[in-house]
């Protein structure tokens, strides 16, 4: 899929970040897209830059009802769906002793559920088209992470989702890909949750670098152009994990993420 022209593609997310630029990428490469999100007023804004490419779906990925009557909407609009980008989610850096069990539910239901729903309810579709579904997880959802402890808990779920379903399904010809990317400029950053579930006024500052929303929606095309089933961004890591894993059982690792959000001390 050099182009994408005459293919389909449902991005779950769109509103913001990561999903609206992947979403604007597909469309730029001719495929129509499908928008979900759940302020319409920002996804019809999404639409209006895509010149007649976009689908305008609102919806919250919580809730199966919507999430069904959207994909719906989009098939007898669109014909079909080649490719999922399962991109909605939200953050959460607290400590998990002072995390309320509200707080986890929500993050463990936007998060993991939000990406359950869209996948159930366009598998049929994707099935038929030999398609591909790329869900949008978290470097916290390859090596559990102190004050990450919720959200890449949701975040590994996703890989096992994912991981599961590749081989339910590998003679259907889809392919499953999960791509993992460290902290990304977006604005998730002005909107992580508490413990409490409330946002941060001044969020804490960043244990490790920031990367751009363009490298992240390279990385997204060339799984869904390669059929790859993992991505991270900084790719390198893969490696270090491997190798962390494979000689010192992680040991290093978690000496370096103790260090870098001040656990030496705690
Ligand atoms: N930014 C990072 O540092 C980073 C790092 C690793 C992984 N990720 C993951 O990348 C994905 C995209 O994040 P982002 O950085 O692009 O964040 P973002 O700019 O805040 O975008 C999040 C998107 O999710 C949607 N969303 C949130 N809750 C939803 C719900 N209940 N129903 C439907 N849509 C919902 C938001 O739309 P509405 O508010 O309009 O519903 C928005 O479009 C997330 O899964 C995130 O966990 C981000």
Redesign the pocket.
């Known amino acids: 899929m050099s182009s994408f022209s005459g293919k389909v593609v449902l991005v779950?997310?769109?509103?913001?970040?990561?999903?609206?630029?992947t979403a604007l990428e597909f469309a730029r490469l001719g495929a129509t897209v499908g928008l979900?999100?759940?302020?319409?007023e920002?996804?019809e804004k999404v639409a209006a830059e895509m010149g007649g490419k976009g689908i305008v779906l609102?919806?919250?990925?919580?809730?199966e009802v919507a999430v069904n009557s959207r994909v719906s909407e989009l098939v007898s609009q669109a014909g079909g769906i080649d490719v999922l980008i399962?991109?909605?989610?939200?953050?959460l850096r607290a400590p998990f002793e002072t995390t309320t069990i509200e707080t986890i539910r929500r993050v463990m239901?936007?998060?993991f559920m939000?990406?359950v729903l869209p996948t159930k309810a366009v598998l049929p579709y994707i099935k038929a088209r030999k398609g591909c579904m790329i869900?949008?997880?978290?470097?916290?959802?390859r090596k559990g992470t102190p004050e990450y402890t919720i959200?890449g808990s949701?975040?590994f779920a996703i890989q096992a989702l994912y991981d599961g379903l590749r081989i339910e399904h590998m003679r259907d010809g889809v392919n499953f890909g999960v791509?993992?990317?460290?902290?990304?400029?977006?604005?998730?950053?002005?909107?992580v949750l508490k413990g409490d579930g409330k946002v941060y006024e001044n969020p804490p500052k960043l244990p490790f670098r920031?990367?751009s929303?363009d490298l992240?929606v390279n990385k997204i095309l060339r799984m869904v152009r390669g059929r790859l089933k993992s991505s991270l961004?900084p790719g390198i890591i893969h490696y270090l994990l491997t190798a962390d894993d494979f000689v010192f059982r992680g040991w290093i690792s978690d000496m370096v993420l103790r260090y870098k959000f001040g656990y030496w001390r705690k």
């Open positions: 779950t997310g769109a509103s913001s970040g990561i999903g609206k630029a979900m999100a759940r302020r319409g920002e996804l609102p919806a919250d990925v919580t809730d399962a991109a909605a989610g939200i953050s239901d936007v998060n939000g990406c869900a949008i997880s978290s470097l916290s959802g959200y949701s975040k791509f993992c990317p460290g902290f990304v400029d977006t604005p998730l950053r002005e909107s920031l990367w929303v992240c961004l």
